[in-house]
């Protein structure tokens, strides 16, 4: 048996070791396909982008180094795709647009924010040519910045701040650009709120008629309204203001100077300046105020503003000369008052005298002089009365002849003295006018007193009463004429203008006022005054009052013929 084992030995060796090869092979077989079964799994994750799938070794033969090599490639990738993500969240996070544009101008790449800007989503962006979103191709240069405007799905305009450069690229051709935008709608509005407040502000700067002027410390002018330069020309920004202005050579005396106080003691200041502007004397009322300030407060800037004042300070004058004048007329009417007794008294003893003397008495030819002296006297004082007083009497019939000689009667001596001799034409018979005699020989006067004046020696004046009747209405005509140097054409237009006068001013009457006031009193009248005048001939004032009605005019021999103007009669 023993021996029969021995035989058989080799044989149950053979076997036993082949069952052990074929248990061996296929316990292999069936780790290999585990193995094989991990990695397909692991691939099947790897290509549904599941990077956290661990990839399991079983063999350290060619399979296990495909499942070492697997392992690591799906840890890199992870490693990758953590990384991407990180900068994916970083560049969504970012309240600025962000394109990435390919060569070809095809969008590659856009974050959150431009999803939310644009109003498209993610994949209406991606593929789409850039030009969809500005109209134009993103430049090449490798940076550039301007302000452009994005298209968003709706249609709307969007104004950003965009700039772009290149992708770094390790050789070659940039892979593409980079393109980021700011909205700036909000800031184009303010922009545009600021624009057009600031319009309104240099509107209504421009449209005052007060001079306002910005002056630096060194006196120079920065800007300057519409009200100065009208006057003065575009070309006084920069000049010095004093030269600009007030044609100095030198700065303003500093208590004159409102402008250099405001930059000393950074207050407010103002002061009233006399000037010559383009050959007329003005005042202004200069108030100067800080406009720009350094870090440290001090003023680098101050805005002056200029009132014309001059109408303020002529009215003013013109007040104080009408009450000096109703203060006179007061004290005239006064002494006129106490004159008339003792004249009373004269005119009673004189006729008293002449009533009980004989014509043939030497005496009687000296107490009828005495007599019409104290006649003309009370006549003068008269007169005298009704021109200090003319608002005191009441509107009624008046003889412009009578008004006119009363006026010479208060002024002929004054003439006489200047050598102006009085030429008196007038009309028999002429029609009475409704008005106030003192107020009429105001008139006259002026006029006479203008005429003189314009004589250095020896003149004349004419003085001219007429009736005509226009259109079936009939009007009384004064014509007050010399033979002085006339009036130029530049300046006869302004002779009735208040204020207005080509005599020195200064004290007395000379203040402009006279025919102004004259012209004034005329259409109260309603009536007219022309003035024609011819340079080196002379001057003529034409005066016009209508007739008042219900009375019979006389004086058919004055006959004077004006176009459809006929004589009263």
């Known amino acids: 048996m023993n021996r029969s084992f021995l035989i058989f030995m080799p044989a149950i060796v053979s076997a036993v070791i082949l069952i052990i090869f074929v248990v061996v092979m296929i316990l292999r077989a069936r780790k290999r396909r585990v193995g094989l079964e991990s990695l397909i799994r692991a691939v099947d994750l790897i290509g549904r982008g599941e990077y956290g799938a661990d990839v399991e070794s079983v063999a350290d033969d060619e399979l296990g180094e495909l499942a070492k090599a697997l392992s690591n490639a799906v840890g890199a990738i992870k490693k990758r795709s953590l990384k991407n993500l990180y900068l994916k969240r970083v560049v969504d996070t970012m309240d600025a647009s962000l394109i990435v544009v390919a060569p070809d101008g095809l969008i590659k790449t856009v974050n959150r924010a431009t999803t939310g800007l644009l109003g498209y989503s993610e994949d209406e962006l991606l593929g789409q040519p850039f030009m969809v979103l500005t109209g134009r191709r ?4 490798v940076e550039s910045s301007e302000d452009v405007r994005y298209m968003s799905k709706e249609g709307r305009s969007i104004p950003v701040h965009f700039s772009s450069s290149e992708l770094a690229a390790s050789g070659g051709e940039a892979p593409g650009m980079v393109c980021v935008a700011r909205d700036i709608s909000e800031h184009c509005a303010v922009q545009e709120a600021l624009k057009e407040s600031e319009g309104k502000l240099n509107a209504i700067l421009q ?6 002027i910005m002056i630096d410390k060194d006196m120079h002018i920065l800007w300057a309204n519409d009200a100065v330069t009208s006057v003065f020309g575009f070309d006084i920004i920069g000049k010095d203001c004093y030269a600009a202005l007030f044609a100095r050579k030198d700065t303003c005396v500093d208590g004159d100077c409102p402008v250099k106080k405001t930059f000393e003691d950074r207050l407010s200041h103002s002061a009233d300046i006399d000037v010559e502007v383009l050959g007329e004397a003005k005042s202004f009322e200069c108030s100067a105020n800080v ?3 350094d870090v440290d407060g001090a003023p680098v800037a101050v805005i002056e503003v200029c009132k014309d004042i001059t109408e303020y300070k002529r009215a003013e004058q013109a007040l104080i000369q009408n009450a000096k004048l109703a203060s006179l007329g007061e004290l005239g009417a006064g002494i006129a ?5 003792p004249l ?22 000296f107490v009828e002089k005495v007599k019409d002296a104290a006649v003309r006297s009370k006549n003068i004082i008269m007169d005298l009365m009704s021109y200090s007083r003319p608002g005191a009497e009441k509107w009624r019939r008046v003889s412009v002849n009578e008004a006119l000689r009363s006026v010479l009667s208060l002024f002929v001596s004054e003439l006489k003295t200047f050598q102006v001799k009085i030429e008196e034409d007038y009309a028999e018979g002429l029609p009475e006018v409704m008005g106030n005699k003192g107020q009429l020989m105001e008139v006259f006067l002026n006029i ?8 250095v020696g020896e003149g004349n004046i004419k003085i001219k009463t007429y009736c005509l009747e226009v259109d079936g209405s009939e009007f009384v005509e004064v014509e007050i004429s010399d033979n002085g140097p006339g009036i130029p054409e530049d300046v006869i237009g302004k002779v009735f203008d208040p204020f207005y006068t080509t005599k020195e001013k200064g ?8 025919l102004s006031i004259s012209k004034g009193i005329v259409e109260a009248h309603e009536g007219t005054v022309k ?3 011819t340079p080196g001939l002379g001057t003529c004032f034409r005066l016009s009052f209508p007739a008042a009605a219900g009375r019979n005019y006389g004086g058919k021999d004055e006959v004077v013929e004006e176009g459809n103007a006929e004589s009263c009669g």
């Open 138 to 141: 993103v430049r090449g240069e």
């Open 207 to 212: 449209a005052i008629g007060d001079f306002i």
């Open 291 to 293: 406009a720009m300030r």
């Open 337 to 341: 008052h106490e004159l008339n007794s």
């Open 344 to 365: 009373a008294g004269i005119l009673s003893l004189s006729e008293l005298m002449l009533g009980r003397m004989e014509r043939a008495d030497p005496n009687y030819v």
């Open 448 to 455: 006479i007193k203008n005429a003189k004046d314009v004589f």
């Open 507 to 514: 004290g007395g009457m000379n203040i402009g006022l006279g």
């Open 531 to 533: 003035v024609e005048s």
